[in-house]
């Protein structure tokens, strides 16, 4: 059997690429190459430049791929801001996409999907740490874009037995130990690439938004999670439906906290830089604090992070940018 992995060339769909590859398992990769990098796919998977939504391309994949028996789909677009000044092309590209994409592995009878979604499904959390039962009421079209996605898989699944995990998780930060693949966003909107990239003097200084929340100092506090143990979830909740399970929803996270003041401290640490950082008024729509439970993952798919310490988690990451200054385009 082998894995279609749609969005493969991104942040996380390329570590996970790069970890079935490791695994030894059979690996095609489709990718429109709007936001990711050719370079980032691992060289032993089999890649097709092109649109998820476009059912013929679709088929013609599958076709030349009869041995593919389960999909991971990373393919979405996943900017809060533009999602605000933009919804359609989320509606279009990620909940319409995945409706075109349902329709073709019906018609071809592959019936397993691995969701990448996302925490933002749940909008501003009444309890912490959010639990999968929690209620979901997303506060901006990117969260609407994938819980209608998540909804859409249900009733599939209804109707036509199609099984799925839906993922869901905050922020991803590192990279690959040995610094080969890595986070490279034009333009970058995540704190610590951003703090990263102050440190490399890219940036003249960090800029925290807010320090008056009702957190321990102040600042918004998020949990991370390394997109290599993102992608050992994704593996595992193949496995899972493969074994005949039903279809699911899980949370993953360190659950563990950690403030905007705690990343710049730990980064400064890693680093040995300055990482001049100055404060400035709150950003709508920012929640104090916002931890996933990923309990449920660690007992019935058996997830087990490797990377539970921020200091180890920046240090990979430090690792990727220190050596790829202009990201992907070092290796053009």
Do not use: C
Request: hydrophobic share 40%; no cysteine.
């Amino acid at each position: 059997m082998s894995y279609l992995v749609l969005g493969g060339a991104g942040y996380i769909g390329s570590h996970t690429v790069d970890r079935l590859i490791q695994k030894g398992e059979d690996v095609v990769v489709v990718d429109s190459l709007v936001t990711g990098h050719r370079a980032a796919v691992n060289s032993q998977a089999k890649f097709y430049q092109g649109d998820l939504s476009d059912q013929d391309f679709m088929r013609k994949v599958f076709a030349e791929n009869p041995e593919i028996k389960a999909v991971i789909h990373f393919a979405a677009f996943s900017l809060v801001a533009e999602s605000m000044k933009d919804p359609l092309k989320y509606f279009d590209n990620n909940t319409a996409g995945m409706v075109k994409l349902l329709e073709v592995m019906h018609e071809v009878g592959v019936n397993k999907i691995v969701f990448s979604s996302t925490a933002a499904t749940y909008g501003i959390p009444e309890t912490m740490p959010i639990k999968e039962t929690d209620p979901q009421k997303p506060i901006n079209p990117y969260g609407e874009s994938k819980l209608m996605m998540e909804k859409i898989m249900r009733w599939s699944d209804e109707a036509y037995g199609i099984k799925f995990v839906a993922l869901r998780y905050f922020n991803v930060a590192g990279a690959k130990d040995d610094g080969s693949i890595g986070e490279d966003h034009h333009p970058e909107s995540h704190l610590l690439p951003i703090v990263l990239q102050v440190a490399m003097g890219k940036r003249d200084k960090l800029m925290i938004f807010g320090d008056d929340y009702n957190t321990p100092d102040g600042t918004n506090v998020r949990d991370y999670v390394h997109p290599t143990d993102l992608a050992d979830a994704h593996i595992l909740a193949v496995k899972y439906l493969l074994e005949g399970n039903d279809s699911d929803a899980f949370n993953l996270g360190s659950s563990t906290g950690f403030s905007n003041l705690e990343i710049l401290q730990a980064a400064r640490k890693v680093t040995g830089k300055e990482i001049p950082a100055e404060k400035a008024p709150r950003r709508g729509g920012d929640p104090d604090t916002l931890i996933a439970a990923s309990d449920k993952a660690r007992s019935v798919l058996g997830w087990k992070p490797q990377y539970d310490d921020i200091e180890k988690i920046i240090a990979t990451a430090w690792k990727w940018h220190s050596t790829h200054p202009l990201g992907y385009d070092d290796r053009k």
